[in-house]
């Protein structure tokens, strides 16, 4: 067995267990076996699909794209994924969630847990499956001791990914820390009447100690006393006391109102203050999330820039892959495969794009449209900056546009620089000497 085809079997040994392991809900372990099949075979399109929906399945939507764009471009023709499925699924991805868990992660570090805790409830109840974020609040509220909270994010994110090994971790301090407790219950005491009562003979007689007679007007002077007695305990024993307990008890509700109202105002202004920073922080994410995905300069528009580059390459369509080559920002584009196939492109460029894009100026001139032959000469030198005749043109051209000063600093260059003695001469000139 050759070298090629050995690797490539160990490739697809690798895509099938992390499919396998994928169907049984093992991300992390599918994913690790799917990096290990691209690192044997990266042109193997199905095993980087699989590892861009499992990037999006756990929230990291990001890195799908990365994936799904670069299978793209290994294989633009009969790939699962489609650039219609990327335009559709790039929608999911929210950068202001990304910096609002990043804004937690800080408030993390530097002690403040309350608010990363305020952060990452709020990143959760927008992304669910954003893994990173349950597990960075269960980890908080294990640190709080709340870990009733803490296993609600474990158990979320086991449901995502059933072996993940923190989420594994996390589960087994919450279980160590909310084991069922017995609660001991109060003995009871049975309580017994030991009263005994001896039964009276038929003989027997009480005698009273002392018997005096009332009279019905002392009756009625002993229910006055009484009366006047009872009003006077109310009066000056019980009244008091009621008084006193009622203002003591209206003192501390009082007491307890005011230190809630002030608490609430507090509360309220600094919610009030964060608002105002989350909208600011909603508003550039909104502009930052545009200008990545909709200007014709985003990231993603560098990536589809490539594609057509290779796909006009494979229908030896040179003039267009020049014209893409020219509108393409290479310092956007941040992986490592995809600049280096922009390397060969620029090598071919290098070697013969910049006469296209001067024949391209050359069409325009003639036309009469001097400022799209200026933008093809310009091009031209950004591919070839030694490119003497395509700087003559363009210097002449700006010369008709009365810029002399960049007509004047071109001129200039190439009187001093450039070998060809029939341009020098006409450079010196239109450059007047």
Not at 3 to 30: F, Q
Not at 35 to 45: A, D, E, G, P, V
Not at 50 to 74: K, R, T
Not at 76 to 91: H, L
């Amino acid at each position: 067995m050759d070298y090629v085809r050995k690797t490539r079997v160990i490739a697809n040994s690798y895509y099938n267990m992390g499919l396998e392991r994928a169907r049984l809900r093992d991300l992390s372990g599918a994913a690790e076996c799917l990096k290990k099949s691209l690192h044997f075979n990266k042109y193997q399109t199905d095993a980087r699909n699989l590892l861009g929906l499992i990037y999006y399945e756990v929230g990291e939507v990001g890195d799908a794209l990365v994936q799904w764009v670069i299978s793209m471009n290994l294989q633009p023709q009969e790939n699962r994924i489609t650039i219609s499925e990327i335009q559709r699924k790039r929608g999911v991805s929210r950068r202001h969630m990304i910096r609002r868990f990043n804004q937690a992660l800080v408030y993390a570090q530097n002690g403040s847990e309350d608010l990363a805790i305020l952060q990452l409830v709020k990143v959760v109840e927008a992304k669910p499956n954003y893994v990173k974020a349950q597990l960075l609040l269960a980890i908080l509220c294990i640190a709080r001791e709340d870990y009733q909270k803490a296993g609600k994010s474990v158990y979320k994110v086991l449901q995502i990914d059933r072996n993940h090994p923190k989420a594994l971790w996390y589960k087994s301090i919450v279980k160590a820390n909310t084991g069922s407790r017995t609660e001991r219950e109060p003995e009871k005491r049975k309580l017994k009447n030991v009263l005994s009562h001896r039964q009276m003979e038929d003989d027997d007689v009480i005698i009273p100690p002392s018997y005096r007679e009332n009279t019905k007007d002392m009756a009625v002077v002993n229910i006055l006393a009484g009366l006047l007695l009872g009003a006077a305990v109310v009066f000056f024993l019980v009244m008091p006391a009621n008084t006193r307990a009622i203002n003591e008890k209206h003192n501390q509700e009082m007491l307890k109102y005011s230190e809630s109202l002030s608490q609430a105002n507090q509360k309220a202004d600094s919610l009030s203050e964060q608002i105002a920073g989350l909208e600011a922080d909603k508003k550039t994410a909104e502009d930052s999330l545009s200008t990545f995905t909709n200007d014709s300069d985003s990231v993603l528009a560098q990536y589809q820039n490539v594609i057509g580059i290779l796909q006009a390459y494979k229908k030896d369509d040179f003039t267009a892959a020049v014209k893409l080559y020219a509108d393409l920002k290479t310092e956007l584009i941040a992986s490592p495969d995809v600049l280096a196939i922009v390397g060969e492109i620029k090598a071919d460029m290098e070697e013969r794009g910049y006469q296209v894009l001067e024949s391209l100026g050359d069409e325009a001139s003639g036309a009469g449209d001097s400022q799209t032959a200026l933008d093809y000469y310009l091009k031209s030198l950004a591919v070839k900056p030694d490119y003497w005749a395509a700087k003559y043109k363009a210097a002449v051209i700006y010369k008709g546009m009365n810029q002399k000063e960049q007509a004047n600093e071109m001129f200039t260059d190439i009187i001093n620089n450039s070998k060809d003695e029939t341009l020098i001469a006409q450079a010196r000139t239109e450059r007047g000497f």
